[in-house]
């Protein structure tokens, strides 16, 4: 089996040669670079599986970088930052990053969450294959796609993951920490605001009418429920 690609993109030259060797000892397949632009010829060229992406970069932001790598795949974004404010990490997760990690860090953290993110990745089963269909919306599991009348809509890895995971048990009402071990695999921090920001994002894309009902519901003081019924 071919090993997973991992691009590390960060200015700071001891944290980002720390990363990639740390990484590289793990069996992952490494590349980094030092600024935007050489993370996006990078990432051309790679093709990772996943970003380890540094939020201050000398010629962009990594926000707006996680923004145009997701626009070409669906590959997963950890993003670092010496940033402690929540905002700023909302601000990440609304443009498509996966999880965040916040400096310092030990490289025992950034191993987990690496690996924790590349788990989702695990092979599905058949039962899990079929595509979903209510009315003008499919769910494709295996293309990783959703259609609305007959138009892709564009959503990130994790967004993907988080509709499916909803769509395929229509009517239950799942805790957010239970999304959060279903969808991102462990426990993290601040949860209740990673999944909002998330449920956020998705509805925008495939419900941009907002006189209609959606078909992801707020279950007050307990999570969210997907109900095909009101599409």
Known sequence: MAPVKILVVDDDPAIRNLIHRFLSQQGYQVESGEDGETGLELFEQ??????V?????PD???YKLCQEMQRRTGVFVLMLTSRTDEADKMKGFAEGADDYITKPFSLVEIGARVAAILKR???????EQQTLSFGKLLIDPVRREVI???????????????????ASKPGRVWRRSELLQ???DYEYVGADRVVDVHIGQIRR?????TNQISMIQTVRGVGYKFEPTTY
Do not use: H, M
């Open 53 to 57: 992406l540094d939020v201050n970069l």
């Open 60 to 62: 962009t932001t990594g």
């Open 121 to 127: 990745k695990r092979i599905v089963t058949p039962v």
């Open 182 to 184: 279903e969808v991102w």
């Open 205 to 209: 894309k495939i419900e941009p009418d």
């Open 148 to 166: 609305i009348d007959s138009q892709i809509v564009a959503l990130t890895a994790l967004e993907f993951d988080l509709l499916y995971c909803l």
């Open 46 to 51: 790679l093709n990772p599986d996943l970003v």
